[in-house]
């Protein structure tokens, strides 16, 4: 059995993918063959969530960040940015508008903000909950188990925290204020809370090779998050990475593949950094398997300044804007935007 034909074997059966197998997937050899992946992927998706792409808007509350983390464009490492924090009723607002659109979704997203005390995000989550009918996932980073327990309680649906890479030797190269450790202990406490969990990896991160995004598989797979959110490493220019080579959209799409083909039910968004490095990143990833899109629905007057990389789309098309060029590039495609709530129907497998 020569090398791609023991792939698609163990592809087809969800085995372990070998090192070598893995880097020969992510390799230059593979490239012949990486769209009859996409299109396994694609089918895949197809018989196993539908051809619905639900519509999450991303509310971007807060970038003050009290992490290191040597890719992010608004780290604290970035003495440069222009910071801003939303109140309750600026937030409250921003949803308002955004329901009106139609959006039943959201994803309140900050860095590590030690502005907001545990009480400020439940109030914030409890307003809002109590005000619209809507799904609530956050993305605000680590914190304490029983900080997630009030989350939970006070109404937050889902949590969304990405992994970034299952070595903890290249976890702690990048993240000098934490550890993989620390990291792995909030997305078991999250799992054993009842949220739907997001997590995901950094694509192209320097060190990174096919033979560990292999093993980032295996810990997504094992780990088994309802929703996978993935995007390329791109350079940052005030960043410690400035100068290393960002990752490309032929390995995002890759791995995106995989995920639909290991995580068969679970929701995998064709992320807006996939479309900031190439002009068709979000449509070909939703023909990769990806059956998610966020928009960005935050205020004009924060894009700007909420920029965790260089050349992000959309920062000049206001929420009504974005919500159109969404519906128009989905329904384009032959799928379905759904508006709901989008809440998972697992499956066993």
Excluded at 79 to 88: E, L, N, P, Q
Excluded at 219 to 238: S, W
Aim: glycine residues 8%; neutral net charge; charged residues 25%.
């Amino acid at each position: 059995m020569n090398d791609v034909e023991s792939i698609w074997h163990v592809l087809t059966t969800r085995a372990v993918l070998t090192p070598a197998q893995a880097d020969f997937l992510f390799s230059e050899g593979f490239d012949p063959h990486r769209e009859q992946l996409y299109a396994m992927a694609d089918e895949v998706r197809r018989r196993e969530v539908g051809d619905d792409v639900y519509l999450r808007g991303i509310v971007e509350f807060s970038n003050i960040c009290r992490c290191h983390c040597a890719y992010c464009g608004i780290s604290a490492l970035n003495a440069d940015a222009s910071r801003y924090r939303m109140t309750r009723d600026q937030i409250a607002e921003t949803i308002e508008a955004a329901h009106r659109l139609g959006y039943r979704s959201f994803v309140l997203q900050s860095g590590e903000d030690p502005g907001y005390t545990v009480d400020d995000l439940c109030g914030i989550i409890g307003h809002l909950k109590d005000r619209f009918d809507v799904a609530l996932t956050l993305s605000i980073g680590e914190w304490p188990r029983e900080a997630y327990a009030a989350f939970k309680a006070a109404g937050a649906d889902r949590f969304l925290l990405r992994i970034e890479t299952s070595d903890p030797a290249l976890y702690a190269r990048f993240h000098p204020h934490s550890t993989w450790e620390r990291r792995h202990r909030c997305l078991m406490d999250l799992k054993e809370l009842g949220y739907q969990v997001g997590s995901g990896i950094l694509v192209g991160l320097p060190g990174q090779d096919g033979a560990s995004l292999g093993r980032d598989l295996e810990y997504l797979r094992a780990l088994r998050p309802e929703m996978v959110g993935i995007g390329p490493f791109i350079p940052h220019p005030a960043t410690p990475l400035a100068a290393e080579k960002g990752g490309t959209l032929a390995a995002c799409l890759t791995f995106l593949a995989l995920l639909r083909l290991y995580l068969p039910d679970a929701f995998l968004p064709a992320t807006t950094a996939m479309g900031s490095i190439d002009p068709q990143g979000r449509q070909k990833a939703l023909r990769a398997g990806a059956n998610v899109m966020m928009p960005n629905v935050s205020p004009m007057e924060n894009r700007e300044s909420y920029q965790l990389y260089p050349g992000k789309i959309c920062l000049t098309d206001d929420a009504g804007a974005c919500r159109k060029c969404v519906e128009r590039m989905v329904t384009a495609m032959g799928r379905t935007l759904n508006t709901g709530h989008g809440h998972i129907r697992r499956k066993v497998f």
